[in-house]
């Protein structure tokens, strides 16, 4: 069953992108870049959305 979790092995910051491009079986570079796109686009929304997924979403050893 595929999970979704922040990654510890590929983290930048939080490991909140790496653990979504892993979930769906896309590079992280990749959500790294749309996610900086996405900074210019809309910064507070973005940042919120992703401060709330690294409490929401648990760490890859978290994971039962």
């Given at each position: 069953m595929?999970?979704?979790y922040r990654s510890t092995k590929d983290r930048m910051v939080a490991g909140v992108l790496a653990?979504?491009?892993e979930y769906?079986?896309?590079?992280p570079t990749v959500v790294r870049l749309?996610?900086?796109?996405?900074?210019?686009i809309s910064f507070f929304t973005v940042s919120i959305v992703y401060l709330?997924?690294?409490f929401?979403?648990?760490?890859?050893g978290e994971v039962h």
């Amino acid at each position: 069953m595929k999970r979704l979790y922040r990654s510890t092995k590929d983290r930048m910051v939080a490991g909140v992108l790496a653990g979504i491009g892993e979930y769906f079986n896309i590079d992280p570079t990749v959500v790294r870049l749309l996610f900086v796109i996405l900074l210019f686009i809309s910064f507070f929304t973005v940042s919120i959305v992703y401060l709330v997924a690294t409490f929401i979403i648990p760490s890859e050893g978290e994971v039962h």
